[in-house]
């Protein structure tokens, strides 16, 4: 039996997307024998400067420490587009393919029903006030091939149609079932060279 302080540590890794418990226990093994005692201050300090200081993007609900994500304070980039994804991490998958210089828009999620995840509960009002801008000219939708983003696609270019602006779906490049995050920067690059205008 393990030591109560590693066995709450071991569960506290368990807490994390995608690790069971043995990846838990390589975690705490290392944490506990190869960090000395100013590797664990680090750990912890940077724990919580990001719970502390990391908040959404007022425009775009992407991830920053200021009002205003740098993305959005970029007068470089292109304003007349923006693709809209799920997660935050979407965006970084698709700034890896160094060919996409529009602006982006983060929903935090998509429509899940079954999991009580509405339109309400998505960062969606923030994005049609953004439709109304005058030198917006297309939203691409880059929500994941599954369900859930099916339906957020088709809920967001309905509720754009009375918008002057076109609405576009990334292309099938990506599997169905997939989410962008996971996909490589070639294939996010045939998706948005693809995109389809959705009517």
């Known amino acids: 039996m393990y030591p109560k302080s590693l066995e709450n540590l071991i569960q506290s890794f368990q807490r994390l997307p ?3 418990k043995k990846t838990a226990e390589r975690y705490a093994y290392f944490l506990v024998n190869k960090f000395d005692k100013s590797d664990i201050e680090r750990f912890i300090q940077n724990l ?4 502390n200081t990391i908040k959404r993007c007022s425009v775009c609900g992407f991830l920053t420490e200021d009002d205003v994500c740098e993305y959005c304070k970029d007068t470089t980039r292109d304003k007349s587009i923006i693709v809209v994804v799920e997660e935050p991490k979407d965006v970084e998958a698709i700034e890896r393919i160094e060919k996409y210089h529009g602006l982006y828009h983060v929903l935090g ?3 899940s029903p079954l999991n009580g995840v509405g339109p309400d509960e998505l960062n969606m009002k923030s994005l049609f ?3 109304k ?3 917006l000219k297309e939203v ?6 599954n369900v859930e983003g099916e339906a957020t696609a088709i809920f967001i270019s309905r509720a754009l149609q009375k918008e002057n602006i076109k609405v576009s779906r990334i292309a ?7 989410k962008i ?7 996010i690059l045939r998706a948005i060279e693809g995109r389809k205008e959705i009517k």
């Open 129 to 131: 006030e953004r439709a």
């Open 109 to 111: 999620g998509a429509i």
């Open 181 to 187: 995050e996971y996909s490589d920067e070639s294939t």
């Open 18 to 20: 995608g690790v069971g």
């Open 133 to 135: 801008e005058p030198s």
């Open 48 to 51: 919580e400067l990001c719970k």
């Open 172 to 178: 099938y490049g990506m599997p169905v079932g997939s």
């Open 140 to 145: 691409i939708i880059a929500t994941s091939a």
